[in-house]
């Protein structure tokens, strides 16, 4: 007999995913790449060796294993710009799966909520979008929590091999992202506190613990020392982070934000599992979100800042689905579902208000630097010749940055089919010096140099004769 309740449910879930796919696939490269994507499309070239990747990867990225994944991915495919950000967005989707999956495993009753909420979540959406190891160390991180749930189920009969995959996924979130310490970090205190609180002794958890701190520690170490490059960018912490704790930006909205920081604490609290009076596997998920925030924020008032949110993004998985699965305990059913319902009406709403939905129904806006109008600009005029201006202040080097915007604008003119030709920054001044008669287009990105965008002091003989602005880009023809 057909069972009309399963069927709405399979259709429920089936809906809610397709959406979620879509979400994240439309005009998925209707935008250039910003700076930090340029950076990871270059140390990826599949045309350079291993070792010159490692080598680019110290000189101005630490994404390690996310650029050596790419770089195979584009070996499979083709390097070009246009295949790049499928990466991250399918990386996305599998972490739909993956935290569903996390869901089952937690026994979460509104499994169907939780499918939800992450499919929707704007935040995710946004970096699936991006040629960044985000979704990535997102991914990890459900994977990572799901094997951890299972060599701490003492029904588990698999937990050798659990066990084995627990240590590998541990160690290639750090390899990810240097934050992914924090991880390893909670799973050390989660053992702490099982054994000492509740005298539970879980040999294949402090073997992993200790195999995968290990790594991860010669790994800092070699991190530390290598590192060429120190980020100086990031602000200092104001007291209005600590009214929201970048829930406005997981969510969306300053609004949204306070809605689900308000029902994360409150279920915590309801829950009373931070008062250890019995063994729960969920601590784990509640120390992610504290170390999350603490460690780096205790690094950053002593010291420098270094918390940003997307460095964090991982701190999404516990509370996405700490909420899904405490949300039985509010009393009352209902008013839970009153709250579900509000959830998921606030959720759409503030998704209306969202590029990711007005582009269905206008002409998407553009919010990273627009290098297609610009070089369609210069393409139109009678002078080919054009550079970036690199007169800025930034960790990465010269050279390096050159390299990194030379690759890209060759790669993306090519894509676009417009011949133009690319002087390299270094050479303008010996290009130039003793001609008057000589025009350059010289191209300056606001996300790079971070102020007005003047003429370089070292252009002496230089003066300008047209100037444009397109989204976060300034351009001016040069005449020397």
Same mark, same amino acid.
């Given at each position: 007999?057909?069972?009309?309740?399963?069927?709405?449910?399979?259709?429920?879930?089936?809906?809610?995913?397709?959406?979620?796919?879509?979400?994240?696939?439309?005009?998925?490269?209707?935008?250039?790449?910003?700076?930090?994507?340029?950076?990871?499309?270059?140390?990826?070239?599949?045309?350079?060796?291993?070792?010159?990747?490692?080598?680019?990867?110290?000189?101005?990225?630490?994404?390690?294993?996310?650029?050596?994944?790419?770089?195979?991915?584009?070996?499979?495919?083709?390097?070009?710009?246009?295949?790049?950000?499928?990466?991250?967005?399918?990386?996305?989707?599998?972490?739909?799966?993956?935290?569903?999956?996390?869901?089952?495993?937690?026994?979460?009753?509104?499994?169907?909520?939780?499918?939800?909420?992450?499919?929707?979540?704007?935040?995710?959406?946004?970096?699936?979008?991006?040629?960044?190891?985000?979704?990535?160390?997102?991914?990890?991180?459900?994977?990572?929590?799901?094997?951890?749930?299972?060599?701490?189920?003492?029904?588990?009969?698999?937990?050798?091999?659990?066990?084995?995959?627990?240590?590998?996924?541990?160690?290639?979130?750090?390899?990810?992202?240097?934050?992914?310490?924090?991880?390893?970090?909670?799973?050390?205190?989660?053992?702490?506190?099982?054994?000492?609180?509740?005298?539970?002794?879980?040999?294949?958890?402090?073997?992993?613990?200790?195999?995968?701190?290990?790594?991860?520690?010669?790994?800092?170490?070699?991190?530390?020392?290598?590192?060429?490059?120190?980020?100086?960018?990031?602000?200092?912490?104001?007291?209005?982070?600590?009214?929201?704790?970048?829930?406005?930006?997981?969510?969306?909205?300053? &609004? @949204?934000?306070? /809605?689900?920081?308000? +029902?994360? #604490?409150? =279920? %915590? !609290?309801?829950?009373?599992? *931070? &008062? @250890?009076?019995? /063994?729960?596997?969920? +601590?784990? #998920?509640? =120390? %992610? !979100?504290?170390?999350?925030? *603490?460690?780096?924020?205790?690094?950053?008032?002593?010291?420098?800042?270094? =918390?940003?949110?997307?460095?964090?993004?991982?701190?999404?998985?516990?509370?996405?689905?700490?909420?899904?699965?405490?949300?039985?305990?509010?009393?009352?059913?209902?008013?839970?579902?009153?709250?579900?319902?509000?959830?998921?009406?606030?959720?759409?709403?503030?998704?209306?208000?969202?590029?990711?939905?007005?582009?269905?129904?206008?002409?998407?806006?553009?919010?990273?630097?627009?290098?297609?109008?610009?070089?369609?600009?210069?393409?139109?005029?009678?002078?080919?010749?054009?550079?970036?201006?690199?007169?800025?202040?930034?960790?990465?080097?010269?050279?390096?940055?050159?390299?990194?915007?030379?690759?890209?604008?060759?790669?993306?003119?090519?894509?676009?089919?417009?011949?133009?030709?690319?002087?390299?920054?270094?050479?303008?001044?010996?290009?130039?010096?003793?001609?008057?008669?000589?025009?350059?287009?010289?191209?300056?990105?606001?996300?790079?140099?971070?102020?007005?965008?003047?003429?370089?002091?070292?252009?002496?003989?230089?003066?300008?004769?047209?100037?444009?602005?397109?989204?976060?880009?300034?351009?001016?023809?040069?005449?020397?």
């Amino acid at each position: 007999m057909i069972n009309l309740k399963e069927i709405l449910v399979a259709v429920i879930i089936l809906s809610i995913f397709i959406i979620g796919v879509t979400l994240r696939f439309y005009n998925l490269n209707v935008e250039n790449f910003w700076i930090d994507e340029m950076v990871t499309f270059w140390v990826s070239d599949p045309n350079i060796t291993i070792n010159e990747t490692l080598n680019r990867n110290i000189e101005s990225d630490l994404h390690f294993f996310f650029n050596l994944i790419l770089k195979f991915y584009f070996i499979l495919t083709s390097y070009e710009i246009s295949f790049a950000r499928y990466l991250p967005a399918t990386l996305s989707i599998l972490s739909i799966f993956s935290v569903f999956y996390l869901s089952i495993i937690l026994k979460t009753r509104n499994y169907i909520f939780l499918l939800f909420i992450i499919s929707f979540n704007i935040y995710l959406i946004k970096y699936a979008q991006e040629l960044r190891s985000y979704s990535l160390i997102f991914f990890l991180t459900s994977v990572s929590l799901i094997l951890f749930f299972k060599i701490t189920d003492d029904k588990n009969k698999n937990k050798k091999l659990n066990t084995f995959f627990f240590i590998i996924s541990q160690i290639l979130i750090v390899l990810t992202h240097i934050y992914g310490l924090i991880l390893i970090f909670s799973f050390f205190i989660f053992d702490f506190i099982s054994y000492y609180k509740f005298k539970k002794k879980n040999i294949y958890l402090r073997f992993s613990n200790l195999i995968s701190g290990f790594i991860s520690l010669i790994f800092l170490i070699v991190y530390l020392k290598t590192i060429s490059h120190t980020v100086n960018w990031i602000p200092k912490i104001e007291i209005k982070f600590f009214t929201n704790f970048y829930f406005s930006k997981f969510f969306g909205s300053r &609004l @949204l934000g306070l /809605f689900h920081l308000s +029902l994360l #604490l409150y =279920l %915590i !609290i309801k829950s009373k599992i *931070l &008062l @250890l009076k019995k /063994f729960d596997q969920r +601590l784990i #998920l509640i =120390l %992610i !979100i504290i170390f999350s925030y *603490l460690i780096p924020i205790t690094y950053s008032l002593i010291f420098k800042p270094i =918390l940003v949110d997307r460095y964090i993004i991982f701190v999404l998985v516990p509370i996405l689905v700490l909420t899904s699965n405490l949300i039985t305990l509010i009393e009352g059913s209902h008013f839970r579902k009153i709250v579900i319902f509000s959830t998921i009406l606030l959720t759409l709403a503030n998704l209306l208000t969202e590029t990711t939905v007005k582009q269905f129904f206008y002409k998407r806006a553009v919010h990273k630097p627009d290098l297609k109008s610009t070089f369609i600009e210069i393409s139109k005029s009678n002078y080919k010749n054009y550079s970036f201006n690199l007169d800025k202040k930034d960790p990465i080097s010269e050279k390096t940055l050159n390299n990194i915007l030379k690759n890209y604008s060759k790669k993306y003119t090519n894509q676009i089919n417009v011949k133009l030709n690319y002087i390299d920054y270094k050479d303008i001044g010996r290009i130039f010096k003793y001609h008057n008669n000589n025009l350059l287009w010289l191209i300056c990105l606001y996300d790079i140099d971070g102020k007005l965008c003047l003429i370089p002091e070292n252009f002496t003989n230089a003066r300008v004769i047209s100037e444009k602005n397109y989204n976060s880009i300034n351009l001016k023809l040069l005449k020397f």
